[in-house]
């Protein structure tokens, strides 16, 4: 059949299975919209009020139903807005897959209105990238960049189509989309063997799964893996919800802002796994110091992250499903319960640090949340103190569940990110926390989410400043607080009208229940402003290029 590409485009989109997509338009993507148009009564568009929100938008709606976002936008400005959001699903391995338009093969080159060389600004923060000459070569590239973006380790994928190929017409033929099989073809019954071997040696083994544990739906046999062999689990931030938090024998986060029970079961134990953990700085500390005197066996799906920060003792290349299926089955089974006894032991002793001050403390407004929520919340963050709040104190019970942006630590992500967990997740609850800093920086969002009619909770948490900078210049700088302190006169109740949402101002613990109770039976998105005390600070901490271990759990004001 003759098709334009424009229409090509739309026919792949609908062959991967895609329902919803974002976006804004603009001069050289007419002729997608004008396809998409004809196709709007398969393919949801949700018009974002930047390209950047709808950027972030494709990376949580990736990140909470595990199916590639797609995110469509102009050339120049268009694109190079989109930058942000690809960086950040790029460092996290989120599957997207970016639409851009460009300019006609004849202007390129010549710094034609709103050209910008896209492919090459991209290559860097993208798992792959594509630019599309003409008409023939579009249905080949599409399906490529699906396939790319979610085999493997996933990660975000640039397409950019020229506009003569957008409007020009060729044959279409329909296809059905390559299989997305595990990426095993590294897996060997050697590193099997050794894995093995020394989880039978261990008398005390500890989990660190990371991202990875989400991503490749290896929850369940996590959990298989980890009674199977009597070990505790830690998770770093990405990790969230691939353990269960009610899980008796789950420690919370380890490094930077992780639980002091964490790090005493990696310093106590005698085998550190790490599963689909890229081990960052801000889970090691200082790498050299990182879990010296335990055996490091390091299960991922990417041989580069393999000795790239940690040196293991051995290591398994492979889907990590598959690779933790394997294990459990073929592992002994580990009797002794002395291990597990003393993890629980210190589990009492060691609780999580919180700091009570004022009328409001984040420990007890991110917990008075979660009990009013169902239990299938999913839970977005902006990045900051409020972020680490809502991961030592909200209990994600669920994988896929708690979407923040972890590797890039993106201000301005939570808004975009919550319209697109509830676009890909209408039926389930979607609460958004995120401070002033972050929320100022895309809070035109808010008009997506009224126009949208989604239903979402933010709990905007008020302390007046960049808190986590700030605490570092507490901590680290004299106390020198360099503009950190806002001093922005913002009434967010009429800001949140403005945009056509509901709006509250909370000061005490009361007025925030109450607030929570009356969003339930409000339609269209709620911000609850809650005011607190601009000295709380997100603790434990380890400070940048100190050991893990070496938590600092007081700051004095």
């Not at 189509?161 to 073809?185: R, W, Y």
């Not at 990182?290 to 041989?303: R, S």
């Not at 060691?350 to 001050?357: A, F, G, N, S, T």
């Not at 992500?413 to 609850?429: C, E, T």
Request: aromatic share 6%; charged share 20%.
């Amino acid at each position: 059949m003759i098709k334009t590409g424009a229409q090509i485009v739309m026919e792949c989109l609908l062959e991967q299975g895609v329902d919803t997509v974002f976006g804004y338009p603009g001069g050289t993507v007419i002729d997608l919209y004008d396809a998409l148009y004809e196709y709007s009564d398969k393919i949801h568009h949700v018009l974002t009020a930047h390209e950047q929100g709808a950027s972030h938008a494709a990376d949580g709606y990736a990140r909470s139903t595990g199916k590639p976002g797609v995110v469509i936008a102009t050339s120049g400005p268009g694109a190079t807005n989109l930058v942000t959001g690809l960086a950040t699903a790029n460092m996290d391995s989120i599957p997207m897959v970016a639409i851009t338009g460009n300019v006609n093969i004849n202007n390129l080159g010549t710094d034609a209105f709103q050209e910008v060389d896209i492919y090459g600004v991209t290559f860097p923060v993208t798992k792959y990238s594509f630019i599309v000459k003409d008409q023939k070569d579009i249905a080949d590239a599409l399906r490529k960049a699906f396939y790319i973006a979610q085999e493997g380790r996933p990660g975000p994928v640039l397409v950019d189509i020229l506009k003569n190929a957008q409007s020009g017409t060729t044959e279409f033929e329909p296809a059905v989309p390559k299989e997305i099989l595990p990426k095993n073809d590294k897996l060997t019954g050697e590193s099997i063997e050794k894995a093995i071997d020394i989880i039978n040696e261990a008398k005390r083994p500890m989990i660190f799964a990371g991202g990875g544990v989400n991503l490749s739906n290896a929850t369940d046999s996590l959990m298989k893996f980890a009674n199977k062999i009597g070990s505790p689990i830690s998770l770093s931030m990405m990790g969230l919800g691939g353990c269960p938090a009610d899980y008796e024998y789950f420690t919370g986060m380890l490094g930077m802002h992780g639980t002091r029970l964490s790090s005493t079961a990696v310093t106590n134990c005698d085998l550190l796994i790490l599963a689909g953990a890229r081990m960052s700085e801000r889970v090691t500390g200082n790498a050299k110091t990182f879990a010296t005197h335990a055996k490091i066996l390091h299960l991922d799906v990417d041989a580069a992250e393999i000795n790239k920060v940690v040196d293991s003792t051995t290591s398994v290349i492979g889907d990590l499903d598959t690779v933790l299926s394997i294990l459990a089955e073929k592992v002994e089974e580990k009797t002794d319960m002395a291990w597990r006894k003393q993890i629980l032991k210190w589990k009492k002793e060691y609780p999580v640090v919180v700091e009570e001050r004022g009328k409001i403390a984040p420990h007890n407004l991110v917990r008075t949340v979660a009990e009013k929520m169902p239990k299938d919340t999913i839970v977005v963050t902006d990045v900051g103190q409020h972020q680490i709040w809502a991961a030592q104190h909200y209990p994600i019970n669920n994988p896929r569940s708690f979407i923040s942006s972890g590797g890039l630590g993106t201000m301005g992500f939570g808004l975009g990110a919550a319209i697109g967990s509830k676009s890909g997740n209408p039926n389930r609850k979607v609460v958004l926390f995120t401070g002033d800093g972050s929320f100022q920086m895309n809070c035109n969002e808010i008009v997506t989410a009224a126009t949208q009619g989604l239903d979402i909770l933010i709990v905007l948490v008020n302390n007046g400043v960049l808190g986590m900078v700030r605490q570092w210049q507490k901590l680290m700088y004299k106390q020198h607080y360099s503009q950190t302190t806002h001093n922005r006169k913002i009434d967010y109740v009429k800001l949140a009208e403005a945009f056509g949402a509901t709006g509250f101002d909370v000061t005490t613990m009361d007025e925030l229940e109450a607030a929570i109770d009356a969003s339930m039976d409000i339609k269209g998105p709620v911000i609850i402003n809650a005011m607190i005390d601009k000295d709380f600070s997100a603790l434990p901490m380890v400070p940048p290029g100190n050991k893990y271990n070496e938590q600092i759990f007081k700051i004095e004001v």
